[in-house]
């Protein structure tokens, strides 16, 4: 079993910054691919970033490139998620997911561990 638990979310006014944390436990590997994803009221959950273990690769969605950075810290065995110059459209819950591969999936269906999510939310 792997558990996620993400924290970081909060209030910020547009333009601003956050940085989101997803910590992982158990049966997780270094070849595991981890993501974030994100889910605003009335639409589908949607790709943000996603990373591998080993740092080898990111992939994310166009409209946080330039924007959003995904790392990851071996030690820690967390994920964390920088977010710059935040725009309205970027408020929702976001959450982190793992699947066991090393393959960075933009689907929410090709992920077997789901964090609770943390909500981020962006004001004017």
Do not use: H
Request: hydrophobic share 35%; glycine share 10%; net charge positive.
């Amino acid at each position: 079993q792997v558990q996620l638990v993400e924290s970081g979310g909060g209030l910020v006014q547009a333009g601003g910054s956050l940085r989101l944390s997803c910590a992982a436990s158990g049966r997780i590997f270094r070849f595991y691919a981890m993501a974030w994803f994100r889910q605003a009221p009335g639409k589908e959950r949607e790709f943000v970033a996603g990373v591998q273990w080993s740092g080898d690769s990111t992939r994310y969605a166009d409209s946080v490139k330039g924007r959003f950075t995904i790392s990851g810290d071996n030690a820690k065995i967390t994920v964390y998620l920088q977010m710059n110059s935040l725009k309205l459209e970027d408020t929702a819950v976001y959450y982190c997911a793992t699947r066991p591969s090393v393959l960075i999936s933009s689907a929410p269906s090709e992920y077997d561990y789901w964090g609770q999510g943390t909500q981020v939310t962006v004001s004017s």
